[in-house]
């Protein structure tokens, strides 16, 4: 079992920034594969972001492309989502979810391959 905690929402303006955390605890062999979700009121869950175990390999969904950033500190068992510029459509819960594998895009944006799940986070952006 893997074990997620997200913290680092809150409301800010438009243009703003927040930085997202998800720590990791439990059997963290099973989180070599880490993604972001997001899920707006009345909307489907949406991939944002995915990253592997050694960063080299990375995903980020073409909404935020140029705006958000994935980042690990493995010796923190943390991952963390810098989103700059932020949007009002950038409003939801933020979850975050881990994987044994870290495989194709195909792969990582799909919620349902990933088996562990944090308790989400609210980001608010006003405009």
């Known amino acids: 079992q893997v074990q997620l905690v997200e913290s680092g929402g809150g409301l800010v303006q438009a243009g703003g920034s927040l930085r997202l955390s998800c720590a990791a605890s439990?059997?963290?062999?099973?989180?070599?594969?880490m993604g972001w979700f997001r899920q707006a009121p009345g909307k489907e869950r949406e991939f944002v972001a995915a990253?592997?175990?050694?960063?080299?390999?990375?995903y980020l969904a073409d909404s935020v492309k140029a705006r958000f950033t994935i980042s690990r500190d493995n010796a923190k068992n943390t991952v963390y989502l810098q989103m700059n510029s932020l949007k009002p459509e950038d409003t939801a819960i933020y979850y975050c979810?881990?994987?044994?594998?870290?495989?194709?895009?195909?792969?990582?944006?799909?919620?349902?391959?990933?088996?562990?799940w944090g308790q989400g986070t609210q980001v608010t952006v006003s405009s």
């Open positions: 439990g059997r963290t062999s099973s989180s070599h594969g």
């Open positions: 990253i592997s175990r050694s960063g080299g390999g990375s």
């Open positions: 979810a881990a994987r044994s594998f870290f495989e194709s895009f195909q792969a990582m944006n799909v919620p349902a391959r990933y088996p562990y």
